[in-house]
Every structure is written in structure tokens, then in C-alpha cells.
């Protein structure tokens, strides 16, 4: 039997939300990070797509063009952390809500605090 990642119960630590070896696995893609991060320091932690899609073009990751992260976003970005329960993307005001995690918040700050973001 293997573990998939999506135990929920918080026995891991969390606070009943996202496993701690689901967080690790979402962190480790630094567009989601690098969108993470965006959605912290947003105001109300609340951006807006647009706003999450210029993030990554100014982060000068390899997306380069708006296009790409727009696709990059909506195909694979986004859905992956809102399977994780860290955001809730409104199609209709277009706007990306980041839910807060306590796990999440902690792991985030200690990356922040040794990567450039």
C-alpha cells in the first residue's frame, strides 16, 4: 500500500488541512510558491488573475511570455492548489483567494527566509 498524500485528518501536524507531504510536494514547484508567496503579501490575501499572471512574468521564471502563464495558471497552477485547499479561484470575478494554512504559512515564511523571492 502506498501513501498517496491526501490524508486530511491532521494527524501530520497540520491543523486539518493539507498534509505536510502534500505542502512539500506543492512548494516544490516554484511557480506554485512563487504564486503562494504573491497570494500572502496580497491585500486580504486576495488577488486578482491578472495580478497572479503579471507575478510570474516579473518573477522571470522560465513562463516568458503571458500566454504561457495564463495557461500555466489555469491548466495546472491553480487547479493544483485548489486541490490542496489553499486557494479558491472565482472564474467569475476572476479573482484567487488564498486560504491560510497554518502548516502552509510556516513552511512558506521558513522558505522565504532562504530563497530570493
Same mark, same amino acid.
Given at each position: 500500500m502506498t501513501d498517496t498524500g491526501s490524508d486530511r485528518d491532521g494527524g501530520d501536524g497540520s491543523s +486539518? +488541512?493539507?498534509?505536510?507531504?502534500?505542502l512539500?510536494? !506543492?512548494?516544490?514547484?516554484?511557480?506554485?510558491?512563487?504564486v503562494l508567496y504573491c497570494l500572502q503579501d496580497a491585500n486580504e490575501d486576495v488577488?486578482?488573475?491578472?495580478?497572479?499572471?503579471?507575478?510570474l512574468l516579473a518573477r522571470d521564471l522560465? !513562463?516568458?511570455?503571458?500566454e504561457r502563464a495564463t495557461i500555466a495558471l489555469h491548466h495546472r497552477?491553480?487547479?493544483r492548489l485548489e486541490d490542496a485547499g489553499l486557494?479558491?479561484?472565482d472564474a467569475r470575478s476572476d479573482?484567487?483567494?488564498?486560504?491560510?494554512?497554518?502548516?502552509?504559512?510556516?513552511?512558506?515564511?521558513?522558505?522565504?527566509?532562504?530563497?530570493?523571492?
Open positions: +486539518g +488541512g493539507t498534509s505536510f507531504d502534500e512539500l510536494q !506543492i512548494v516544490a514547484d516554484r511557480h506554485r510558491r512563487s488577488a486578482s488573475f491578472d495580478e497572479l499572471r503579471e507575478h522560465d !513562463i516568458d511570455d503571458s497552477i491553480l487547479p486557494v479558491e479561484y479573482t484567487v483567494r488564498y486560504r491560510e494554512d497554518d502548516l502552509a504559512e510556516r513552511l512558506l515564511d521558513r522558505l522565504a527566509d532562504v530563497e530570493d523571492r
